[in-house]
Each structure stands twice: as C-alpha cells, then as structure tokens.
C-alpha cells in the first residue's frame, strides 16, 4: 500500500516544473511504484498555451479547477474544459492546451511515467523502457 500527500510532495522531486513556466505536476505515483500507470495533480498556468502529443503514452485527464480549452491539431476542433469535464488522449491526440483560469488537473498516464520527463520538441514524452 502506497499513502502519499499532495503538499508534502510538492516539497520534493516529485514536483517538476515546464522549464517555459506553463505548468507544474507533482508525480503522486510513478511507473517504480508498480501500478502499471503514474498519477499527477498538474497545474496549467492561466493564460498559457501547451503543445502536447503523447505518441508513446495515453493520458486521461480530469479538470478539478479552472478553465481552458483542448484544441486537437489533426482536425481543429476545440473543447472547452471545466470541473467535472474529463478528456482522454485515446488516440496519441496532438493537442494544445490552454488555460483561461490556473487549471488543475488529475492525470492519468499509462504505461506510467518515471517522473524524470521532459517534454521533447514535439511536444511528446521518450518511449517508456521495456
């Protein structure tokens, strides 16, 4: 059994900040932990734009606070997000996220992330390792 804090990981590496400064996520549980999955609480900082595209990862996401917008870039639609609105990145989505009020976010990754991620050029995250 796993048992750990919001608040008192935010005090640890399990903080990770976007080096442009649009978000942070505190990495709750990780791929080491043996779920087969990792859990985030992220912030998306109000008034930025994130391009994301996860090719090696799904994610579901689940909005507890703020607002925004997911825009997938394949066909330009664009959803409006909002507590109690939750989205899943099924189909590798290369998406922009954007964020009209600090979003905050329970995130869902699988397979699960180690917490040492950056996100790459492209917007996606390395292939997990076998």
Do not use: Q
């Amino acid at each position: 059994m796993i048992v750990r804090n919001l608040e008192e990981a935010r005090k640890t590496d399990r903080l990770v900040k976007a080096e442009n400064g649009n978000w942070d996520s505190t990495r709750l549980l990780l791929d080491e932990d043996g779920g087969k999955c990792s859990f985030h609480i992220t912030r998306i900082f109000e008034g930025t734009e994130t391009h994301i595209h996860y090719k090696h990862h799904y994610e579901v996401v689940y909005c507890m606070e703020g607002e925004g917008e997911v825009e997938t870039l394949a066909d330009g639609k664009v959803w409006p997000i909002k507590p109690g609105d939750v989205y899943n990145l099924n189909e590798h989505d290369d998406h922009l996220l954007r964020a009209t009020k600090t979003m905050h976010l329970a995130c869902v990754f699988t397979p699960g992330l180690t917490g040492k991620e950056v996100h790459r050029e492209d917007g996606s995250y390395a292939p997990a390792e076998a």
